[in-house]
């Protein structure tokens, strides 16, 4: 909608919320539908075109506000092409549920992963036949003790805070440049049984669609091979942020493998235009997580309930109480409609891959991409002229020293950032690792020198030891001007940085054409 249409809709809300206020004595205290009566009243997914306000408004008393979260996550998953499994009316038992972020859905996942490793090695039962009650055998705190999760060093740091709140260790995989910084399967093999040889118990693994610092995609299919020899190790899938491209068709590619994890999560408010907090997370199978989160005093206790009628997602979450967050889910998904969400996330993509044309092209004695572009993120640094680096220019190199053009498979750039391997495993003191961490130091500069302008606002990461700034927008107002803008200012910015410190040298300014 634009700005006028949003202006009307949004007077009708605060007219509706008044409206609703104002009756509430002549409303039902509880609501007197049956449980399950929604799924009939509305399609079976999201609308292909947007709706107008009007239509959906219609809707929102009559049909909506006593159940809803069951309905759109299941459009959802269809939507980014999940497996089947993950749907609530699978015959494996799956399902979504709202989280509050991508952390939360990661601590979840854990708590839930631990609990079901747990009772799988300790049964549920003593050996005198007696229920199994946890904590009261000492054998069961010895496992407890022994218990690592697990995630590559390019992993969020989510993962390893929640091994701070459930009480279980943290290990981090190695990644290389020449995987592009993805978890492979033969790394994760590695890794498993160097834990083991360890005396230590891998329960949990977070494995990644798009990592923060490179959106690099972890070996899917690779990892589904391992997880048949481990197949007590809970797979958690991160796609915070670059979930949302599987929306379209080309990259459905990248749910290969996805059948043989455990959950998989997704932020709506991050690229699908959705307003803070609306993180979906799916599982094939919901027992593990009920089981380990639920508990139902007698406060709790009702009909539906206790009858299976209803899903009780307190028992999907840490906390009790929850918000209806899945309104605003349904609203974005018919006001836009799916041809609306695929053109957005199209869009940046396309503007990223833009954007890397100008850093190759008329930035390429400037700038070097580490990374991408990926998911509409472009990963670069600036450049510091040497002769010992000759034939770097637009930081994509092939064997004779020559270049080569970036080439997308899946959201994938392939190559760029193979020329920094030498690098990162420099020793150093080398005129190269020298090199680095001068390139290091003026990328920095450039990169706090711009943010404190406030023109515009950048992120920077490290790659191993390389200082990098990334530069992505999933804004919806985002055009090839601003884009346009941020890299003038880059340009500009490194300049102005690299003529500074040639004069700090006493050496001679040189001209950049």
């Known amino acids: 909608m634009n700005a006028e249409e949003f202006r009307r809709a949004a007077y009708s809300a605060v007219d509706e919320i008044i409206d609703h206020l104002s009756t509430l004595d002549s409303k039902r205290v509880v609501s007197n539908v049956s449980p399950g009566y929604l799924q009939p009243l509305l399609p079976a997914g999201p609308p292909d075109k947007g709706e107008k306000w009007d239509e959906i408004q219609k809707d929102i008393e009559t049909k909506i506000m006593p159940e809803l979260e069951t309905v759109v996550l299941d459009w959802m998953c269809s939507a980014l092409h999940l497996p089947k499994s993950y749907l609530s009316t699978s015959p494996t038992g799956g399902g979504g549920v709202i989280q509050g972020s991508a952390s939360e859905a990661i601590v979840t996942a854990m708590i839930a992963a631990r609990e079901r490793y747990v009772k799988e090695h300790m049964g549920s039962s003593n050996g005198d036949g007696s229920p199994r009650i946890n904590g009261e055998d000492e054998r069961e705190?010895?496992?407890?003790?022994?218990?690592v999760a697990l995630g590559s060093e390019m992993s969020h740091s989510s993962t390893q805070k929640a091994t701070m709140i459930t009480g279980v260790k943290y290990r981090s995989i190695s990644v290389n440049a020449a995987d592009e910084f993805a978890l492979t399967g033969r790394g994760l093999k590695k890794a498993l049984e160097e834990f083991r040889s360890e005396g230590l118990e891998p329960f949990y693994l977070t494995v990644t669609l798009g990592t923060t610092a490179t959106c690099a995609v972890d070996r899917f299919q690779e990892i589904a091979e391992v997880k048949k020899e481990y197949p007590n190790l809970w797979i958690h899938v991160d796609a915070a942020y670059?979930?949302?491209?599987?929306?379209?068709?080309?990259?459905?590619?990248?749910?290969?493998?996805?059948?043989?994890f455990d959950s998989f999560d997704v932020n709506m408010h991050k690229w699908l235009l959705t307003n803070f907090d609306a993180s979906c997370m799916f599982l094939p199978r919901r027992e593990p997580l009920i089981s380990a989160l639920s508990i139902t005093p007698s406060y709790l206790q009702n009909s539906y309930s206790a009858s299976g009628l209803v899903t009780d997602y307190r028992d999907w979450q840490i906390p009790l109480g929850r918000r209806f967050r899945a309104l605003k889910i349904w609203f974005v998904l018919r006001s836009y409609g799916m041809d609306g969400l695929k053109k957005h996330v199209s869009r940046h993509i396309e503007l990223g891959e833009r954007f890397a044309g100008w850093v190759r092209d008329e930035g390429r004695d400037l700038f070097e991409i580490v990374s991408g572009p990926r998911f509409a993120l472009t990963v670069l640094r600036v450049k510091i002229p040497n002769e010992s680096r000759k034939g770097y220019t637009n930081g994509i190199m092939n064997g004779d020293g020559g270049m080569t053009e970036t080439k997308i498979n899946d959201g994938v750039a392939n190559g760029d950032i193979q020329l920094f391997n030498d690098e990162i495993n420099n020793v150093h003191g080398t005129p190269e690792a020298k090199t680095m961490e001068e390139a290091n130091i003026v990328t920095k500069e450039v990169y706090e020198k711009i943010n404190n302008s406030g023109e515009i606002f950048l992120t920077s990461t490290m790659i191993k030891d390389i200082y990098a700034i990334r530069v992505v927008s999933a804004n919806e107002q985002t055009d090839e001007q601003h884009l346009r803008k941020a890299f003038d200012i880059l340009v500009r910015t490194s300049l102005e940085v690299l003529s500074d410190r040639k004069r700090e040298k006493g050496q001679k300014d040189q001209v950049w054409l």
């Open 242 to 260: 670059a979930g949302a491209a599987l929306l379209l068709d080309e990259y459905q590619g990248l749910t290969k493998g996805l059948e043989m």
């Open 141 to 147: 705190w010895r496992l407890r003790s022994r218990l």
